[in-house]
């Protein structure tokens, strides 16, 4: 059974549009996180949430917008969609906030197109 | 910010050779290190972890070392197998940053036979 799952795997649209990317965890765990992986491969974190509250915010422009229904969901919804936010976005989770020895486990990704 | 690693290097290894994959990091204060995998197409999988107070931690096949005086953390395989073919990850975690990791970018294991 997939540990992490995102939809849709693939999200191609035209600039200026608004999208939505999903994320569950059947892990049980507290803590999620969205990360973005760009063209070359570099991966760096954008939002993490432990237990539906928000502990982790880079900088990320305020198109992006993360919201936990519940601590098993994530889902990162953008607005205004630019070039530049093509990538692949891959959703986490661990166990709880902290990070040593607190593996995360990631999603397949979702790489997003935009036109 | 820091930065952990390089820019995306390849290395070559032929199956049943060792590999050693490096990377360096700039921030004194981090604490602990890990190493992930990526296959194409998929996400990253954590291989081994060490805190800042070892200096070498061995799991199957792995062994990860540590050296703090220059910054430095590398990854080695033995017997490297195809499947050992992907991108590599060292991530660091500053100490008192919680749940952040901090990525660098990866150094791609071709294996050839």
């Known amino acids: 059974d997939t540990a992490v799952s995102q939809t849709p795997k693939y999200l191609v649209t035209q600039m200026g549009n608004d999208k939505s990317i999903k994320c569950e965890q059947n892990?049980?765990?507290?803590?999620m996180y969205w990360y973005k992986q760009d063209s070359k491969k570099f991966l760096k974190i954008m939002f993490s949430?432990?237990?539906?509250?928000?502990?982790i915010n880079e900088t990320v422009p305020n198109r992006f917008s993360p919201k936990s229904p519940d601590k098993a969901h994530l889902n990162l919804h953008i607005n205004s969609l630019e070039l530049g936010d093509s990538a692949v976005y891959f959703c986490a989770s661990s166990l709880m906030v902290s990070v040593s020895y607190n593996e995360q486990f990631f999603g397949p990704g979702t790489r997003l197109t935009v036109l | 910010g820091e930065n952990v690693g390089l820019h995306l290097p390849t290395l070559s290894v032929q199956e049943g050779d060792n590999s050693i994959i490096n990377c360096a990091y700039s921030?004194?204060?981090?604490?602990?290190f890990i190493w992930y995998k990526q296959e194409s197409g998929k996400g990253p999988q954590f291989i081994i972890d060490i805190r800042s107070n070892m200096d070498k931690r061995q799991g199957q096949r792995v062994t990860v070392l540590l050296n703090k005086t220059v910054k430095h953390l590398s990854l080695q395989i033995a017997a490297t197998q195809p499947g050992d073919s992907a991108v590599y990850f060292c991530?660091?975690?500053?100490?008192?940053?919680?749940?952040?990791?901090?990525f660098g970018t990866g150094t791609r294991l071709q294996v050839t036979l």
């Open positions: 921030n004194s204060a981090s604490d602990y």
């Open positions: 991530a660091e975690n500053i100490a008192g940053t919680a749940s952040k990791l901090t």
């Open positions: 949430y432990n237990n539906k509250e928000l502990i």
């Open positions: 892990l049980g765990h507290d803590t």
